[in-house]
């Protein structure tokens, strides 16, 4: 894709004087949570920049979120990985025609698989590329704008699974939790700009993404459930917050144990 810019209205609302209560902009905007979480903005009447690899998808998107009350819908079919490295000029045009933002939320990712990633170099690159070496790319950007504006927020995806290393997914833990550090150290860099940037690490989520999974239990959540967490880390909380909550209990509990006993697990 080439990166170019779309709108679902012929004239912008927002130059005709109805004002957006937030600018936002949803970088890989086509992901289960991140549908869920560009519905809530839209009920609140924000403006958007919709950003993923389907123009035809992301268009549908915007339809549906300007019924639902969106004040403005713009849409950039992208890579994003590929166009990482351009991520701060592609962020300023953001802004320029939203006339500001006010929250980037970062939720495209990789879950790909251990054993394919074991097994092949470039499966390993694609789950590291995905989930951490283009998103620092985007979250350093954001930080950038931000600071500049001194208000605003970034909103990054990370993951328990980054919480400690296990059999069944290091390679995409590691990359969640250098994601979840980088943000971290963003947030203290951020500390009396009036900017702030959160980390939130979902568990285990009912999504496309985690089909080739087994689903159902109490430690499932839901893509709507995860949406709502982060919209409410935009405004609200620490640098690193859990969704649902319950999980940084369930997390500390799984860091605690000794190595040991650890190994003689299979999780």
């Known amino acids: 894709m080439d990166g170019s810019v779309g709108t679902v209205q012929p004239q912008s609302e927002i130059s005709q004087g109805v004002k957006a209560s937030n600018r936002v902009v949803i970088l ?12 809530i903005y839209a ?5 958007l920049v919709l950003v993923g690899r389907n123009e035809d998808r992301l268009k549908a998107l915007a339809a549906d979120l300007k019924a639902r009350g969106a004040v403005q819908v713009h849409v950039a079919a992208m890579d994003l990985e590929a166009e990482a490295a351009r991520a701060e000029q592609h962020l300023g045009d953001w802004s320029a025609l ?3 933002v006010d929250h980037v939320h970062v939720v495209y990712g990789y879950l790909g698989t251990q054993a394919g990633a074991s097994a092949e170099p470039a499966e390993l690159s694609r789950i590291v590329t995905s989930n951490f070496t283009s998103a620092v790319h985007w979250c350093e950007a954001t930080a950038n704008v931000l600071r500049k504006q001194t208000h605003g927020s970034l ?19 590691a990359a969640k939790g250098g994601i979840a550090l980088f943000v971290q150290g963003i947030a203290h860099s951020l500390a009396g700009t009036g900017a702030r940037a959160v980390a939130v690490k979902p568990g285990f989520v009912d999504t496309p993404m985690t089909d080739g999974l087994k689903k159902g239990g109490a430690m499932w959540a839901t893509a709507d459930q995860v949406g709502k967490a982060l919209r409410k880390a935009a405004d609200t909380g620490g640098p690193i917050q859990y969704a649902p909550g319950k999980w940084r209990l369930v997390m500390a509990i799984i860091r605690s144990v000794p190595a040991f006993v650890f ?3 299979k999780l």
């Open 28 to 39: 890989g905007a086509l992901s289960a949570i991140a549908m869920a979480t560009a519905r």
């Open 98 to 100: 939203m006339g500001g």
């Open 43 to 47: 009920k609140e009447r924000a403006a």
């Open 155 to 173: 909103v990054a995806v990370s993951s328990v699974a980054g919480d400690r290393g296990r059999q069944s997914n290091y390679a995409y833990g």
């Open 263 to 265: 190994h003689k697990t």
